[in-house]
């Protein structure tokens, strides 16, 4: 592929065939200036030959003949010019001369005058003319056809950002300088708009956690409210048997407890936030072998078993440990609330994404989880337990770690969550 001049050499070959062709007309003028004077102004190889005759009866003649002299290879010599004419005359001759004619300005008419004058002026205005009209046109060239175009485009870009409008793309197809800004300004609008559609997805999906909070929240207040207003109505009647009291009671501390449970939730997302994510290196399959013998462990405590496929070479990457832990171990502790028998583990590294994925053999994830799957929902069970809270977690660090996290159902029953995390080789 040819390389595209920069705007430096362009410039520069436009101006020097500005200049070729305003010198070549320059000299053309002035050489034409040169001839049409020299053509004005007498022969300087001429010369009058005054003539004046006498006839037999005393009558005078007088003539005037223009004489051609000097050193053209066929025009006759002075002497041989005079001899033809005296034979042309006779010989009645009295006397002759001969006068040079005069090559200046003075011995011009008027009209040749303004004539010679006015292409003396020509061979000085034409040139700086020329010279004018070429730089101008040359520099009008240039403008609209190397930057013209490139600053209407960027002039439209920056209107359109500063309107917040980013959807649009910023085009220049030539590769010079003002192709590389056109490419550099375009590249400024994709992170711009990569930049607001996560920001705006984050706040969309804020959005939807506090709405998911305030509505689990209602739960539990609405319980302390109904059981509070028992106790004053049985209170006031003193109806109320110890054993009622006391099974009245423990719901209420259940819900309360649950009530204190969604609070430090919603502080742990907080903090969350803050979080900054400290990449060290890490020696796989090794990492993840030390981890999944920690969750057997965990399984083996619900009388269930796990199977594990760690399908990595060995290779060194760069990852937040203790985050990748931390996601794991509240994705095995989802699964072992669901699980019937058997939980199953898998692990692969390609493209530098490091991919986990979580599978049980329980009743999967209801329908309306699956429809919001990629949002910041809480699902609770029959038994009114949290159960989305840790998968909200898992899902922020894993986009705080260049990964995500998705859920769906196994198709022989079974929920799954599979996680990627951004992890590039040392």
Not at 86 to 95: A, H, N, S
Not at 158 to 173: G, P, Q, R
Not at 210 to 233: C, F, K, M, V
Request: hydrophobic share 40%.
């Amino acid at each position: 592929m040819r390389k595209e001049k920069s705007l430096k050499h362009t410039f520069i070959s436009t101006m020097l065939i500005a200049v070729a062709v305003i010198a070549s007309l320059s000299v053309v003028t002035i050489w034409g200036c040169g001839r049409l004077q020299k053509a004005i102004l007498p022969d300087a190889n001429a010369a009058y030959l005054h003539i004046l005759t006498v006839d037999e009866s005393g009558n005078q003649k007088e003539q005037k003949l223009r004489l051609e002299f000097g050193e053209k290879v066929k025009a006759p010599t002075l002497e041989e010019q005079l001899d033809a004419i005296l034979v042309q005359i006779g010989r009645e001759v009295t006397t002759y001369s001969i006068e040079k004619i005069e090559r200046s300005y003075d011995s011009l008419s008027p009209k040749r005058k303004v004539a010679y004058s006015g292409l003396s002026t020509c061979k000085v205005l034409l040139p700086a003319l020329y010279s004018i009209a070429g730089t101008l046109i040359s520099a009008l060239w240039f403008y609209r056809k190397k930057l013209d175009p490139p600053i209407k485009i960027l002039t439209e870009a920056t209107e359109n950002i500063a309107e917040e409008n980013l959807d649009f793309e910023v085009y220049y197809e030539s590769r010079d300088e003002m192709g590389r800004l056109c490419d550099s300004f375009e590249a400024m609008r994709k992170a711009m708009y990569e930049n607001n559609r996560v920001l705006w997805h984050m706040l969309e999906e804020r959005r939807v956690l506090q709405a998911s909070l305030a509505h689990d929240l209602r739960n539990p207040i609405a319980i302390i409210e109904g059981y509070t207003e028992y106790l004053q109505e049985k209170a006031q009647t003193g109806s109320l048997s110890s054993e009622k009291l006391g099974h009245t009671l423990a719901n209420l501390s259940a819900a309360a407890k649950r009530l204190s449970r969604y609070t430090e939730s919603i502080c742990d997302i907080q903090r969350l936030e803050d979080l900054e994510i400290q990449k060290r290196p890490c020696r796989l399959p090794d990492l993840l072998s030390d981890m999944t013998e920690d969750f057997a462990n965990m399984v083996d405590q619900k009388w269930l078993s796990v199977e594990t496929e760690i399908s990595i070479e060995p290779c060194s990457i760069m990852v937040d440990s203790q985050i990748l832990y931390r996601i794991l171990e509240n994705i095995v502790t989802n699964a072992l609330r669901f699980a019937k028998e058997k939980i199953w583990i898998h692990a692969a590294f390609y493209d530098e994404m490091l991919r986990i994925s979580v599978s049980d053999d329980g009743p999967g994830f209801s329908s309306e989880v699956l429809k919001v799957k990629n949002r910041y929902n809480l699902a609770v069970n029959q038994e009114g337990a949290h159960m989305g809270m840790g998968l909200i977690i898992c899902r922020i660090l894993c986009e705080k770690h260049g990964g995500a996290l998705k859920i769906s159902n196994r198709p022989e029953g079974g929920g799954q969550v599979e996680i990627t995390i951004l992890a590039k080789k040392e």
